[in-house]
């Protein structure tokens, strides 16, 4: 079977916008209170930093649940990774999630300022130049046959888009409207040429936007 490209748990509010524009070290997402997009899948019972028991079963433990079901790499974008810019200033940097990043596959950080690979518990981070299609045929080669997940962020998803590379996406779109911001999409009508989609709410609030190529 094929090795499909898929977005996987992409969050967005009702008019489309995933992230501010003042990424620093302390808002990651350049918002204020981004679990106000993602809280329905910290809320499910498969989430994987619960510490507690519980959680929230059904439709939205389903996507969370999934989100690691055969991928074998991801890809995604510098500012995913980090919130320098530029050139490295040094290699301490090493990323957002600690010792033991949720990845636990290779990782290919697109950047246009390489920098040596390292591990961190079972997860190895690539820092890689090229065009879309050549960092997909390294993160394939790597994925060992499995599926390839494409991280985010915005910006990485729409040259994907463009590239014509993605195979599936998922997209939750929050009951908010944030106004400002890093923009997926101003409709999910945009994609209906090259995907077909289904639309299903949850009763957390979100919906689920699932797009899989014709």
Same mark, same amino acid.
């Given at each position: ?31 204020? $209170? /981004?679990?106000?997009?993602?809280? %329905?899948? !910290?809320?499910?019972?498969?989430? #994987?930093?619960?510490?507690? =028991? ?31 810019? $530029? /050139?490295?200033?040094?290699?301490? %940097?090493? !990323?957002?999630?600690?010792?033991? #990043?949720?990845?636990?596959? =290779? ?108």
């Amino acid at each position: 079977m094929a090795q499909l490209l898929k977005v996987q748990n992409f969050n967005v509010s009702s008019d489309g916008v995933a992230a501010g524009e003042d990424q620093s070290l302390e808002l990651p997402f350049g918002l204020v $209170g /981004p679990e106000r997009l993602f809280g %329905w899948a !910290g809320a499910t019972a498969s989430w #994987p930093n619960r510490t507690d =028991p519980g959680g929230s079963r059904g439709l939205d433990d389903y996507f969370t649940r999934d989100f690691s079901h055969n991928i074998g790499a991801e890809i995604m974008g510098r500012n995913k990774f980090g919130p320098q810019r $530029g /050139p490295w200033q040094d290699d301490e %940097w090493r !990323g957002w999630w600690g010792d033991e #990043p949720p990845f636990h596959t =290779p990782v290919f950080v697109m950047t246009h300022h390489e920098r040596p690979s390292f591990t961190l518990s079972d997860t190895t981070f690539h820092f890689v130049g090229g065009d879309p299609a050549a960092v997909l045929d390294r993160a394939r080669e790597a994925a060992g046959g499995k599926d390839v997940r494409l991280g985010g962020g915005v910006s990485t998803i729409r040259q994907f888009l463009d590239a014509d590379l993605i195979d599936t996406l998922h997209v939750a779109v929050s009951p908010l409207k944030l106004g400002d911001g890093l923009r997926l999409w101003e409709s999910p009508e945009e994609l209906l040429d090259r995907f077909h989609l289904d639309i299903v709410p949850s009763p957390s609030g979100v919906t689920h936007h699932v797009f899989w190529r014709k």
